[in-house]
């Protein structure tokens, strides 16, 4: 673990600011972390993907009662104005996970909007529920939902004006050493420890997830043998975007068998307790074991949930059949907000996101046994 290399890595990113996949200052966090890598001595390759660009999207609006309402569209929401009326329709989960009210606006010409009110503080970005696809949809925040006294019958507009865009973006790859772990058949079967650099809209995105980016950079520095190779994702914040690309890609060229497993870092956040959610073909006994020789030793409460919820890259690597765990020390009061500020005890969560990526990949044969005959059974379907 290096602590200066994570706090420089954590401020660093701060400095940049939000980096939602296609600005600006996601291609200049890209660059820094590649040099970063560089210089720790690994090799870096570009592994290119595109995905909608959801900053490109402005003009979203809520008038709830006539009265201006503060609200985000949801990621893949599509275009429109609708007019009307609220109903009430049946609650739905975000991020598998958050049970969420949903309203339904209904124009008199028959078109529909939808009003999502998840249990947070604020509204934060999210993904389409698939049973809202091709209408506009926004979320708005529990505080505003319960101060506006939305009811059936209240009138509501909603606005999306701006439709969505694709950008070019890449992730980050990298290994020890001039031959490329994935470019041979006959190469090491060894684990990826994956962290995105790509956050939502307005949040520097420190807790999510500098925290794991610099963890990653960390054990680079502290791990300098092969045996592992790093991915830093972009576009995980719109529907995993670079990390199913990657995956897709690998498996085309049927190189995904040579990795064990993913080790997703996302998320350092503010408290105590360490949370590692495993895909389902992990033995969860072995997995507590690790991870609770860290959390025991730093203090942290540990959690383990199974089947992991879909709500970070992990889901992209479990779906392809290749084992993942992600840890994550969760601070859900600041997800996705402005608050995700540079703080100290930001820095002790990406130390334990670090502390827990290493002691997986000092004991690499954790992964393996139960992992290889899921990989034969999806290639076999390819
Ligand atoms: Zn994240």
């Excluded at 505080?143 to 865009?165: E, H, K, M, N, Q």
Aim: glycine residues 8%.
């Amino acid at each position: 673990m290096d602590r200066e290399l994570l706090e420089s890595t954590l401020k660093g990113l701060a400095a940049i600011g939000p980096r939602p996949h296609g600005s600006q200052a996601n291609v200049a966090a890209l660059s820094y972390i590649e040099d970063e890598l560089t210089s720790l001595g690994m090799t870096v390759v570009s592994e290119p993907f595109s995905a909608p660009a959801p900053q490109l999207r402005a003009d979203t609006e809520l008038l709830i009662d006539g009265v201006a309402t503060d609200c985000v569209p949801f990621l893949e929401s599509a275009p429109g104005c609708v007019d009307g009326q609220l109903r009430k329709a049946p609650n739905c989960l975000i991020w598998g996970m958050h049970d969420t009210e949903v309203w339904r606006v209904r124009a008199r010409n028959g078109d529909t909007a939808i009003i999502a009110v998840p249990p947070f503080p604020t509204a934060v970005q999210q993904h389409l529920p698939p049973e809202f696809d091709g209408v506009p949809s926004v979320l708005m925040s529990r505080s505003d939902a319960t101060d506006r006294g939305i009811d059936t019958g209240t009138s509501a507009r909603v606005t999306i004006a701006t439709p969505l865009l694709e950008a070019q973006s890449r992730c980050l790859r990298a290994f020890w050493g001039d031959a490329d772990p994935l470019g041979d058949e006959r190469s090491e079967i060894h684990p990826i420890v994956v962290a995105h650099i790509d956050t939502v809209p307005e949040t520097p995105g420190v807790y999510d997830n500098a925290a794991g980016v610099a963890a990653a950079l960390s054990v680079a520095a502290t791990n300098t043998s092969p045996g592992y190779e790093i991915l830093i994702t972009s576009g995980e914040e719109e529907g995993l975007a670079g990390a199913r690309a990657f995956v897709r890609r690998l498996g085309g060229i049927s190189r995904l068998g040579r990795l064990s497993a993913a080790i997703v870092l996302d998320g350092g956040g503010r408290g105590r307790i360490a949370e590692a959610w495993l895909s389902s073909n992990l033995d969860e006994k072995i997995v507590r074991h690790h991870v609770r020789a860290i959390t025991d030793a730093r203090n942290y409460q540990a959690e383990f949930r199974q089947p992991a919820p879909p709500a970070s890259d992990h889901a992209a690597f479990i779906e392809a059949g290749v084992s993942a765990v992600m840890f994550t020390v969760n601070d859900l009061d600041i997800l996705h907000t402005s608050q995700d500020t540079y703080e100290e005890s930001k820095l002790l969560g990406s130390r334990l996101l670090a502390e827990l990526a290493e002691e997986f990949l000092s004991f690499p044969g954790t992964f393996l046994s139960s992992n290889h005959s899921e990989q034969r059974k999806v290639q076999s379907h390819e």
